[in-house]
């Protein structure tokens, strides 16, 4: 078995709180106008629409957990659609809708979306000109209501045309249930080819928004519309003749805010205020009440209207940047000929904060009141569909309306779970008096915010507040024809008007369970992390991929020439890569131990620390602090010299007691009961350690073709009749004739190999040396990558330098969840939190100690600088042969240099001896 070779730790949230790289400019050369011009004729953004090149990874295992935790795109396989049936007339649309073609559709919901931000919705500045063209081209709802204030539920109500307290997500369960369609699903089985296409784990497959999807591709965290757009293109490119429903949701409005410069100066140029010390993202935002920012060190800043006019430009300058790229995005369809067969509909999925109740960010985006769920609605349809152009449309919409609509259109029976309403009516001017008289939206609870739902007319509206099983309800009442901005609270003054209104929400409130309806109204105390990292504050539940064998220099984040990883590069960019990460050893077992206890293994070649000497391990130190623990693992690691099965609340490994070996790196052995496992716990209050030890790359390697294509070529050599197995790896040999295979029961002689080594193979061997063993750079330098919630730390598009080793793990991420015993528990790492949050400015560079043992040698290596020392020599033995390398000038450690650099190679086989010691 290999080293433990790359760790990946990705940080979620915990319980029903939504989890929340630097992208490069859409593009700064302008074919068309400034995006402030007024009168366009045509859409005004324009940028190149680079296509991301497709790379097929060797590193499977990886993207696949990834992409289930919605952390990385899934590699799609399209699912076959449905029987496709006739447009039989039970709709209740346009006659032209039924005899016209099919035409395709394109949702597109920009996440944090106000609609009094736009031009076309009567805003002063002109931030919107391209939308401000679609709705003079097409249909604008002036009263689009979304039905939530956050990502998740409401996503969920557009795609299935439900109320949150029915589907119930994440109320109740943190997924949709298959057995609630969805409008994928019915397009789908109408022959539709189907795709999505998000920026965020928020709107992620794990989720249950990928059902009825063919293709369905999300991205980690914020990706805004230069990152999700690409993608886009390429996938439209292949369907050009193909009728296809296409759902597009990025984050260009969502701070903080990632702008081309212009953009960041397009409405102010000279702010120097105090929000230049924090930022414009959920680190300032969840500490503003009212003009009070309180910081984490506990200082206190006023705000003043120059700050708020700072946040505003900046939100605006990001619709600005984001309707660019939406015009080239129209501009394209146009050039495809699209657009005069596709139904294009643009909204805003849930509005945004700007301090207009006191909060930003911190109140979930707005919360119930207007600017975070009135949100933009505009339309346009193809001709033959309807001939309305420049319509505005002032009765209320909802957004669980868009299913239905759209099902109306194409004569496609509406399901009967759907509560929404077609749209059609209003377009074509028969809906009946009273239509959509009373539109419902809910905001999120927990942490520090209770349960409360709304009820909405044109007229008035009435907010229903939670703030406790003995408070009862509390009421605000707001007059929304002459108080937009909800200012003045009616509740005690017209009573005649509330009571009516809160029958209406009672009758909303019927359609939850009334076991969930008890539980959203619990008044919820839990703090957040940002706000209070103490023992009871906020934890992050913690996922840790360690993969087997994966050496750093063949990740493409690494700089290698083949894309080979390009989810897990797409992680990194989301976080912290570490460049010089090593491991303590070349093999698993010794590599686990170190990062359990944090302590250097005492005898390499073994498993590590026994349990009796290991004193208080990882998964022991958070089952104090209220973790759940679990650990899965590809290969059999429960070795007799440490077992590590009794420190998880939940072990598995696919030959643990049952006698019959699984193969390694076939992570199929144990995904699915990870998933499951999850799942069933992520709605709990503790927060949950998950290990994950999957092979990977290691041997055998048994990738699909589709992985092979592209890097094998047309191979016709020997390997292709055998199995990449031990016996065949360890057979593999280098002397002055070049590679040879010599393995037992495989030839009887040595055969000889043509062609050159790809990366493997440096020191003459391949898997473990057939020489003594060697901690080489090859073998010890392993990727390591963490990511964060950005709203919690951010720690996105982050490079560290500084030497790193897995021995460092264990207490930096103790001290991450403010554990009070991180640095009492005998770890001999250091933690890495203080460079890792920005508080250390200076480097750490230390020694980085490695060690591997086989065949009776035992293997020792130190690191320092530039400068590598490698002791070998058999165990007891008292001959020890000693290597020494300039890895500033050879970093493939061909050239020893310890007979021309004495005093060098005796320093640090002084340091070596010294840690020796210790253990």
Same mark, same amino acid.
């Given at each position: 078995?290999?080293?433990?070779?790359?760790?990946?730790?990705?940080?979620?949230?915990?319980?029903?709180?939504?989890?929340?790289?630097?992208?490069?400019?859409?593009?700064?050369?302008?074919?068309?106008?400034? $995006? %402030?011009?007024?009168?366009? =004729?045509?859409?005004? *953004?324009? /940028?190149?629409? +680079?296509?991301? @090149?497709?790379? !097929? &990874?060797?590193?499977?295992?990886?993207?696949?957990?990834?992409?289930?935790?919605?952390?990385?795109?899934?590699?799609?396989? $399209? %699912?076959?659609?449905?029987? =496709?049936?006739?447009? *039989?007339? /039970?709709?209740? +649309?346009?006659? @032209?809708?039924? !005899? &016209?073609?099919?035409?395709?559709?394109?949702?597109?919901?920009?996440?944090?979306?106000?609609?009094?931000?736009?031009?076309?919705?009567?805003?002063?500045?002109?931030?919107?000109?391209?939308?401000?063209?679609?709705?003079?081209?097409?249909?604008?709802?002036?009263?689009?209501?979304?039905?939530?204030?956050?990502?998740?539920?409401?996503?969920?109500?557009?795609?299935?045309?439900?109320?949150?307290?029915?589907?119930?997500?994440?109320?109740?369960?943190?997924?949709?249930?298959?057995?609630?369609?969805?409008?994928?699903?019915?397009?789908?089985?109408?022959?539709?080819?189907?795709?999505?296409?998000?920026?965020?784990?928020?709107?992620?497959?794990?989720?249950?928004?990928?059902?009825?999807?063919?293709?369905?591709?999300?991205?980690?965290?914020?990706?805004?519309?230069?990152?999700?757009?690409?993608?886009?293109?390429?996938?439209?490119?292949?369907?050009?003749?193909?009728?296809?429903?296409?759902?597009?949701?990025?984050?260009?409005?969502?701070?903080?805010?990632?702008?081309?410069?212009?953009?960041?100066?397009?409405?102010?140029?000279?702010?120097?205020?105090?929000?230049?010390?924090?930022?414009?993202?959920?680190?300032?935002?969840?500490?503003?009440?009212?003009?009070?920012?309180?910081?984490?060190?506990?200082?206190?800043?006023?705000?003043?209207?120059?700050?708020?006019?700072?946040?505003?430009?900046?939100?605006?300058?990001?619709?600005?940047?984001?309707?660019?790229?939406?015009?080239?995005?129209?501009?394209?369809?146009?050039?495809?000929?699209?657009?005069?067969?596709?139904?294009?509909?643009?909204?805003?999925?849930?509005?945004?904060?700007?301090?207009?109740?006191?909060?930003?960010?911190?109140?979930?985006?707005?919360?119930?009141?207007?600017?975070?769920?009135?949100?933009?609605?505009?339309?346009?349809?193809?001709?033959?569909?309807?001939?309305?152009?420049?319509?505005?449309?002032?009765?209320?919409?909802?957004?669980?309306?868009?299913?239905?609509?759209?099902?109306?259109?194409?004569?496609?029976?509406?399901?009967?779970?759907?509560?929404?309403?077609?749209?059609?009516?209003?377009?074509?001017?028969?809906?009946?008096?009273?239509?959509?008289?009373?539109?419902?939206?809910?905001?999120?609870?927990?942490?520090?915010?209770?349960?409360?739902?709304?009820?909405?007319?044109?007229?008035?509206?009435?907010?229903?507040?939670?703030?406790?099983?003995?408070?009862?309800?509390?009421?605000?009442?707001?007059?929304?024809?002459?108080?937009?901005?909800?200012?003045?609270?009616?509740?005690?003054?017209?009573?005649?008007?509330?009571?009516?209104?809160?029958?209406?929400?009672?009758?909303?409130?019927?359609?939850?369970?009334?076991?969930?309806?008890?539980?959203?109204?619990?008044?919820?105390?839990?703090?957040?992390?940002?706000?209070?990292?103490?023992?009871?504050?906020?934890?992050?539940?913690?996922?840790?991929?360690?993969?087997?064998?994966?050496?750093?220099?063949?990740?493409?984040?690494?700089?290698?020439?083949?894309?080979?990883?390009?989810?897990?590069?797409?992680?990194?960019?989301?976080?912290?890569?570490?460049?010089?990460?090593?491991?303590?050893?070349?093999?698993?077992?010794?590599?686990?131990?170190?990062?359990?206890?944090?302590?250097?293994?005492?005898?390499?070649?073994?498993?590590?620390?026994?349990?009796?000497?290991?004193?208080?391990?990882?998964?022991?130190?958070?089952?104090?602090?209220?973790?759940?623990?679990?650990?899965?693992?590809?290969?059999?690691?429960?070795?007799?010299?440490?077992?590590?099965?009794?420190?998880?609340?939940?072990?598995?490994?696919?030959?643990?007691?049952?006698?019959?070996?699984?193969?390694?790196?076939?992570?199929?052995?144990?995904?699915?009961?990870?998933?499951?496992?999850?799942?069933?716990?992520?709605?709990?209050?503790?927060?949950?350690?998950?290990?994950?030890?999957?092979?990977?790359?290691?041997?055998?390697?048994?990738?699909?073709?589709?992985?092979?294509?592209?890097?094998?070529?047309?191979?016709?050599?020997?390997?292709?009749?055998?199995?990449?197995?031990?016996?065949?790896?360890?057979?593999?040999?280098?002397?002055?004739?070049?590679?040879?295979?010599?393995?037992?029961?495989?030839?009887?002689?040595?055969?000889?190999?043509?062609?050159?080594?790809?990366?493997?193979?440096?020191?003459?061997?391949?898997?473990?040396?057939?020489?003594?063993?060697?901690?080489?750079?090859?073998?010890?330098?392993?990727?390591?990558?963490?990511?964060?919630?950005?709203?919690?730390?951010?720690?996105?598009?982050?490079?560290?330098?500084?030497?790193?080793?897995?021995?460092?793990?264990?207490?930096?991420?103790?001290?991450?969840?403010?554990?009070?015993?991180?640095?009492?528990?005998?770890?001999?790492?250091?933690?890495?939190?203080?460079?890792?949050?920005?508080?250390?400015?200076?480097?750490?560079?230390?020694?980085?100690?490695?060690?591997?043992?086989?065949?009776?040698?035992?293997?020792?290596?130190?690191?320092?600088?530039?400068?590598?020392?490698?002791?070998?020599?058999?165990?007891?033995?008292?001959?020890?042969?000693?290597?020494?390398?300039?890895?500033?000038?050879?970093?493939?450690?061909?050239?020893?240099?310890?007979?021309?650099?004495?005093?060098?190679?005796?320093?640090?086989?002084?340091?070596?001896?010294?840690?020796?010691?210790?253990?």
């Amino acid at each position: 078995m290999i080293h433990l070779s790359t760790l990946l730790l990705a940080w979620s949230l915990v319980s029903c709180a939504p989890a929340s790289g630097l992208p490069p400019d859409a593009g700064t050369g302008s074919r068309g106008q400034e $995006p %402030r011009a007024a009168e366009p =004729s045509g859409f005004l *953004a324009s /940028n190149d629409k +680079g296509v991301a @090149a497709k790379a !097929a &990874g060797w590193l499977d295992i990886v993207p696949a957990i990834l992409s289930r935790f919605g952390l990385a795109d899934p590699r799609a396989v $399209p %699912r076959l659609p449905g029987s =496709s049936l006739p447009n *039989a007339a /039970n709709g209740t +649309g346009s006659e @032209a809708g039924r !005899a &016209g073609p099919r035409p395709n559709i394109i949702m597109i919901s920009l996440d944090t979306l106000r609609a009094d931000h736009l031009g076309c919705y009567g805003y002063n500045r002109n931030t919107t000109p391209n939308l401000d063209k679609l709705a003079k081209d097409g249909i604008l709802f002036r009263q689009a209501v979304a039905q939530a204030s956050y990502t998740l539920p409401s996503t969920i109500s557009i795609f299935t045309g439900q109320h949150a307290l029915t589907h119930g997500v994440p109320l109740k369960t943190m997924k949709l249930q298959p057995s609630v369609t969805t409008l994928a699903e019915v397009l789908q089985q109408h022959g539709y080819q189907t795709a999505a296409f998000t920026g965020s784990m928020h709107s992620a497959s794990p989720l249950g928004l990928d059902q009825g999807f063919g293709t369905y591709n999300s991205g980690i965290e914020y990706e805004r519309l230069v990152d999700v757009l690409p993608r886009v293109y390429d996938w439209i490119n292949g369907r050009k003749n193909k009728n296809f429903f296409l759902f597009l949701h990025a984050y260009d409005c969502h701070a903080p805010y990632e702008l081309p410069e212009k953009y960041k100066r397009l409405y102010e140029t000279d702010y120097k205020g105090v929000l230049n010390q924090f930022g414009l993202g959920h680190g300032a935002g969840n500490n503003i009440k009212g003009h009070t920012l309180r910081a984490e060190d506990g200082k206190v800043y006023q705000l003043g209207q120059r700050d708020i006019d700072h946040w505003i430009a900046q939100y605006d300058g990001a619709l600005s940047n984001m309707d660019r790229q939406i015009g080239d995005f129209l501009n394209y369809l146009e050039e495809l000929k699209l657009m005069d067969n596709t139904i294009v509909i643009f909204l805003g999925n849930h509005g945004e904060a700007l301090l207009d109740h006191g909060y930003i960010v911190k109140s979930r985006h707005g919360d119930i009141y207007e600017e975070g769920i009135h949100v933009p609605l505009i339309m346009k349809l193809p001709k033959w569909l309807s001939a309305a152009r420049g319509k505005a449309i002032d009765v209320q919409a909802q957004l669980i309306d868009l299913m239905p609509t759209i099902l109306d259109w194409l004569a496609i029976p509406v399901p009967g779970q759907v509560q929404g309403k077609s749209l059609a009516p209003l377009i074509n001017d028969t809906a009946p008096k009273g239509f959509n008289e009373f539109a419902f939206s809910i905001g999120a609870s927990g942490h520090w915010m209770p349960w409360r739902v709304c009820v909405r007319s044109l007229e008035w509206k009435l907010i229903q507040f939670c703030d406790g099983p003995d408070m009862g309800a509390r009421y605000e009442l707001y007059q929304l024809s002459v108080d937009p901005n909800e200012r003045k609270n009616l509740i005690n003054a017209r009573p005649e008007i509330a009571r009516p209104l809160k029958e209406r929400l009672k009758q909303h409130e019927a359609l939850a369970d009334p076991d969930l309806l008890q539980g959203l109204k619990r008044f919820q105390t839990q703090q957040g992390m940002t706000g209070d990292r103490s023992p009871k504050g906020y934890r992050p539940n913690i996922l840790m991929i360690a993969l087997d064998a994966g050496r750093a220099d063949h990740f493409s984040a690494y700089g290698y020439q083949r894309p080979t990883t390009p989810n897990t590069d797409d992680l990194a960019r989301h976080g912290i890569l570490f460049r010089a990460a090593y491991a303590q050893s070349d093999l698993a077992l010794p590599s686990f131990a170190s990062l359990l206890t944090g302590k250097y293994p005492g005898k390499p070649g073994l498993s590590g620390p026994g349990p009796a000497g290991a004193g208080l391990t990882l998964p022991e130190a958070l089952k104090k602090e209220g973790y759940r623990t679990a650990f899965f693992s590809a290969g059999d690691l429960d070795g007799p010299e440490h077992v590590f099965s009794g420190e998880f609340d939940l072990y598995r490994e696919p030959k643990a007691g049952t006698g019959e070996p699984a193969p390694t790196g076939q992570a199929s052995a144990f995904l699915p009961e990870v998933f499951k496992w999850m799942e069933e716990n992520k709605n709990s209050d503790a927060p949950f350690f998950v290990l994950l030890g999957p092979g990977g790359p290691s041997w055998p390697y048994l990738p699909p073709g589709t992985y092979l294509g592209p890097y094998a070529g047309n191979y016709e050599g020997l390997l292709n009749s055998l199995p990449l197995s031990t016996a065949v790896l360890r057979g593999i040999g280098k002397d002055g004739d070049g590679w040879y295979l010599s393995a037992d029961g495989l030839s009887a002689e040595a055969a000889p190999l043509s062609g050159k080594s790809e990366g493997l193979g440096e020191h003459g061997a391949f898997l473990r040396p057939a020489a003594p063993p060697r901690p080489y750079q090859e073998t010890t330098h392993v990727p390591l990558i963490i990511k964060t919630p950005k709203w919690w730390l951010n720690t996105e598009n982050t490079v560290i330098d500084q030497p790193v080793e897995l021995v460092d793990l264990m207490p930096t991420l103790l001290e991450l969840v403010r554990s009070p015993g991180a640095l009492s528990t005998g770890a001999q790492g250091q933690s890495l939190a203080g460079v890792i949050m920005g508080l250390k400015k200076e480097r750490m560079d230390r020694p980085v100690f490695t060690g591997t043992s086989g065949a009776g040698v035992v293997s020792r290596s130190v690191q320092s600088g530039d400068w590598k020392l490698v002791r070998s020599g058999t165990e007891g033995g008292s001959t020890q042969e000693i290597e020494l390398y300039d890895l500033a000038v050879d970093p493939g450690e061909t050239l020893d240099l310890a007979p021309q650099k004495p005093r060098i190679a005796k320093e640090l086989l002084d340091l070596l001896n010294a840690r020796a010691a210790d253990n």
